[in-house]
């Protein structure tokens, strides 16, 4: 429920367990602890604020010896939102928020390109058909 909707209150988490608020209340904080829940947060519509282009891109690296360097130039890129290290044709894939694709091409060309790529793939994403969390594990 907390997965689904991180706004319902502990005691309505609890009337539909069949348990009390403080039980909920202690398995939240037991959760949190071992790292299972990582918080709550809003979650904002990058689009509502301008940012209209969403962009996934693969990143190659020249050298292997430069990559904590290029990891440490990548978070400090507001635009992009997500940093996954991989293991077949790219080091790193990342996605981005952009305002338009011309923003996206200035954050390539300024920002990426001089980090010392050997290649870089750009996948736009045109619209989020499905998105969800993680939340029931089978069984």
């Known amino acids: ?4 909707d991180g706004r319902v209150s502990f005691q309505e988490v609890a009337r539909a367990c069949g348990v009390s608020g403080t039980t909920i209340h202690t398995r939240v904080q ?7 829940i990582q918080g709550s947060e809003y979650l904002i519509n990058p689009a509502k604020i301008g940012y209209e282009t969403c962009a996934y891109v693969g990143l190659t690296l020249k ?4 990559c904590e360097n290029v990891l ?4 400090s890129i507001p635009e992009i939102v997500e940093i996954h290290c991989t293991n077949e044709a790219y080091d790193f894939f990342v996605k981005i928020y952009a305002k338009n694709n011309g923003h996206l091409l200035s954050i ?6 001089p ?3 050997s290649q870089q793939k750009v996948i736009i994403s045109f619209e989020v058909v499905h998105n969800k969390q993680l939340t029931k594990l089978p069984e």
């Open 30 to 36: 037991r959760l949190t602890s071992l790292g299972i």
């Open 108 to 113: 390539i060309q300024s920002q990426l390109k």
């Open 63 to 66: 050298e292997g010896y430069q």
């Open 1 to 4: 429920m907390l997965a689904k």
């Open 115 to 117: 980090l010392g790529l």
């Open 72 to 75: 440490t130039a990548l978070k």
